[in-house]
Every structure is written in C-alpha cells, then in structure tokens.
C-alpha cells in the first residue's frame, strides 16, 4: 500500500493569512502534488489536517466552495481521500458537512497485510466537546477516552506494522502549545506497543520536527501553505 500524504494547506480565498501562511500558493502546490501522487501510484490520499480554513471576508458557502475545489483537484487521482481533521477545519463546517464531500474522516483504521493505519481525531476540548460544536481553540486539543481506547484495541489487534496519524502534536519537542493535553496517555499506548508502532505522523507545527521516543519516530510534516519543498511523503507501507 503506498499513500500520499501532506499536511496544513489552509486552502480559503486570502492570499495570506500572516505568520507565513498562503492559501492561495498552497492550493497551486497541491495541483503540482496531486501530479507526483499519480506518478507514483498512490493507492490513497491523506491529509493530517487543516485541509481549509477561514478568511474572514468571505462566508460558509465560500468555504464550501473551497473545500469542494480541493477535492476536486484531490478526486482526479480516483483513490480514497482520506482527512485526519485539523483545528482549522472546523472553524465554519461540521464533521457531517465535511463528510458529504466524500472524504473519510478521522477516526479510522485502515490497513492490509503489510500495515495497520490509525487516524485520530484530537479537536476536543478539554471539556470533551467537538471544536465543531463547542469552538475552535488551537492550543486545547485532546484525545477522547474512546479513541484512545480505539487506538489501544487496533494496535493490539494488528499483526502488521503500525503507522498512527495525528494533527495536534503527541511529540513533546514541539512547542507546548501545539501538542494534545493527554498526548502523555497517547505516547504511553504507543510506548505498549512500540515493537508494532514504526511511526507516527503528525500536521499542525508548521515548521516541521522529527524526533523518537521508546524506539518509536514521531515525524510533523513541514506545511503545504509555507513551504514548497519537502512539504509531503510518500508512505510505501511494504517497506514498514
């Protein structure tokens, strides 16, 4: 199984949203992206989140509009679009409006003989409610007791090597602000398990880190809205 996958291209109608970030750009990139994915045969597509975003002069039908472009350009390989929600994505849509447009959302376990895939959803706040319900807050994100509870149960059941996909940051490297409020709990299932767990990846520092805990590499992707160079990977699950 070979996956494309990139993370943070903030896609929405501003040209810049400061701090380094340019949709606009982001959604060229990510033509030129979706032409290396099908030069090497990508059998799904992921994104780790922040897939769109919100420019305040437009409205929720603009950014519907956004997210249907990008899928578009995304659907034009005829693979499954896989998105591991980011903080970003629900600022103006629902899971269920985002779901509509044919993308398989986070949480999710997919995988065949040569590896098991685990997408976590972390936009909860610390109250457990939804950012698409209770509001979006960048620096408090957690990980529901079920999924955790699911991620534990999937990388027991597997027999394959295991890849756990993440926005929010479980790397304690990355600035404090970026990373769940219960990553402790989520790199202790993936410390049980480390003879299974050959990575971890994750979106949402923009800048990118590397890093390995108890055995394990935990890899952010650099952004697609602030880099136009290794700003993607191609996952050969074979080679796990």
């Given amino acids: 199984m070979k996956l494309g996958i990139f993370t943070d291209s903030h896609i929405c109608g501003a040209d810049d949203l400061g701090l380094g970030r340019r949709p606009r750009l982001a959604r060229e990139r990510l033509i030129s992206l979706v032409e290396i994915f099908r030069d090497e045969g990508v059998d799904a597509v992921i994104c780790l989140g922040d897939l769109t975003d919100r420019d305040t002069n437009e409205q929720k039908n603009d950014t ?7 899928v578009s350009i995304i659907s034009s390989l005829g693979v499954p679009f896989y998105l591991v929600g980011g903080n970003h994505d629900f600022l103006v849509l629902s899971r269920e409006e985002i779901a509509r447009e044919g993308i398989l959302l986070a949480p999710f376990c997919i995988g065949d003989a040569s590896a098991t895939i685990v997408g976590i959803d972390a936009n909860y706040r610390e109250n457990l409610r939804h950012f698409d319900e209770a509001g979006e807050k ?9 999924q955790l509870e699911m991620l534990d149960s999937m990388l027991s059941a597997s027999k394959a090597p295991c890849v756990v996909l993440i926005h ?8 404090f602000r970026h990373q769940v409020r219960n ?14 767990v050959s990575l971890v990846l994750q979106g949402h520092f923009h800048y990118g880190a590397s890093a390995i805990y108890d055995g394990v590499p935990y890899e952010t992707l650099k952004a697609l809205c602030v880099f136009d160079s290794d700003n993607y990977k191609i996952l050969d699950t074979s080679n796990l």
């Fill in 183 to 196: 990553a402790e709990s989520a790199r202790d299932i993936i410390k049980k398990h480390a003879s299974k």
């Fill in 64 to 70: 519907l509009a956004h997210l249907r472009d990008t």
């Fill in 138 to 146: 960048w620096d408090d994100a957690s990980i529901p007791p079920e």
């Fill in 168 to 175: 929010e940051n479980l790397d304690p490297c990355v600035d």
